[in-house]
């Protein structure tokens, strides 16, 4: 599931201000990352399985390793995580409609919170 048209798509973030709003937000630095690309993850477990929200990002100025990157947000998306294979997004997957919505609302906070912070 790919949340389209979230706002983070148009942005353009230090890399340092971007770890703390997604610190304060309770997004993590996913294991995916490299000199040129960062994923936060948010993680929720429940009964229906573990699920993730992602927000993706890559450099277009600096270094991401070095830490004095820019990042180019892209647009959020969500998948389940299935054992032993991994996570899969697929639009045939469910997404429970309550962590959906926490997502949207976790978006739009990130968004407001950068927002504040780059204008």
Do not use: C
Request: net charge negative.
């Amino acid at each position: 599931m790919v949340f389209e048209n979230s706002t983070l798509e148009t942005m353009l973030v230090s890399q340092d201000i971007l770890q703390d709003v997604m610190n304060k937000n309770g997004l993590v630095l996913g294991g995916a990352w490299d000199y040129e690309r960062m994923t936060f993850d948010f993680k929720y477990e429940i009964p229906e399985g573990v699920y993730y929200l992602r927000v993706p990002g890559y450099a277009v100025e600096g270094d991401v390793g070095a830490k004095n990157a820019i990042i180019q947000l892209m647009d959020p998306y969500m998948g389940k995580h299935y054992y032993p294979t991994g996570i899969e997004y697929g639009s045939d997957e469910h997404f429970p409609e309550r962590i959906v919505d926490h997502a949207v609302k976790k978006i739009r906070a990130v968004a407001q919170d950068l927002q504040a912070l780059t204008s």
